[in-house]
């Protein structure tokens, strides 16, 4: 069956360490992928996608991702986290207009 | 632009009783899309418009849920009769049009509680 997993499901980082959140989808042929956000009390917006091209892509905020075809992985990364990022982030993906969203990655910054 | 609305932001309910969500999409997005987020998990589809017709409603119980989206804009999502494990936070999306390229975005939810 079609799944996109995230390996962590909850991850307490400090200010200013990187990050790196892992996603793999089991999907074959063409994809497209997704990083949504989810700050507290506040509904779910767009990171970052990917749908061709130049397998790194760059979101807001400084998150970037990078499309990984041979591993199946779409891993979200930042190089110095804020005590902003606190929020649940999903990866999500898309084929023949049918999105699956992995569980979340809650993660926790301590100032 | 105005976001995706959704009413109510909450609803508390007993088991077998009704209860129904209303969504508006942003203005000129032709796809409408229902989620079901239970604690803990993903957001799961639960039924897909095309303006007003069903594209894809796979995962959408259909002895207890219902949706209809009648004009092509608002839409509302019934489930009747509500069980313990409903619940949860249902999402309402809309995209300017179908295709794994169009950018989905989410209203604010409403959690719903049954007891």
């Known amino acids: 069956a079609q799944s996109v997993s995230q390996h962590n499901h909850h991850v307490i980082l400090s200010e200013a360490a990187s990050l790196e959140l892992g996603c793999n989808y089991s999907?074959?042929?063409?994809?497209?992928l997704f990083w949504y956000v989810q700050y507290p009390g506040q509904h779910l917006q767009l990171l970052l996608k990917y749908f061709s091209g130049d397998p790194l892509v760059k979101g807001i905020k400084g998150f970037e991702a990078e499309f990984i075809k041979s591993k199946f992985s779409f891993n979200l990364r930042k190089p110095s986290v804020q005590w902003s990022d606190t929020a649940e982030y999903f990866c999500a993906a898309n084929r023949d207009d049918k999105i699956i969203f992995g569980k979340g990655t809650r993660l926790h910054i301590l100032p | 632009e105005a976001g995706v609305a959704q009413s109510p932001r909450y609803k508390i309910i007993e088991k077998r009783q009704s209860v129904a969500f209303w969504c508006n999409p942003i203005?000129?997005?032709?796809?409408l899309y229902w989620y079901q987020q239970i604690l803990g998990q993903g957001p799961k589809l639960l039924i897909q418009?095309?303006?007003?017709?069903?594209?894809?409603d796979s995962q959408l119980p259909k002895d207890r849920f219902s949706a209809e989206r009648l004009k092509g804009v608002d839409s509302t999502l019934k489930i009747q009769p509500a069980k313990l494990e409903d619940s949860a936070v249902y999402l309402c999306a809309s995209s300017y049009e179908r295709g794994r390229h169009n950018e989905q975005f989410f209203g604010p939810g409403t959690r719903l509680t049954v007891l």
């Open positions: 999907y074959g042929g063409t994809v497209n």
């Open positions: 418009f095309q303006n007003n017709g069903v594209v894809d």
């Open positions: 203005s000129g997005h032709a796809t």
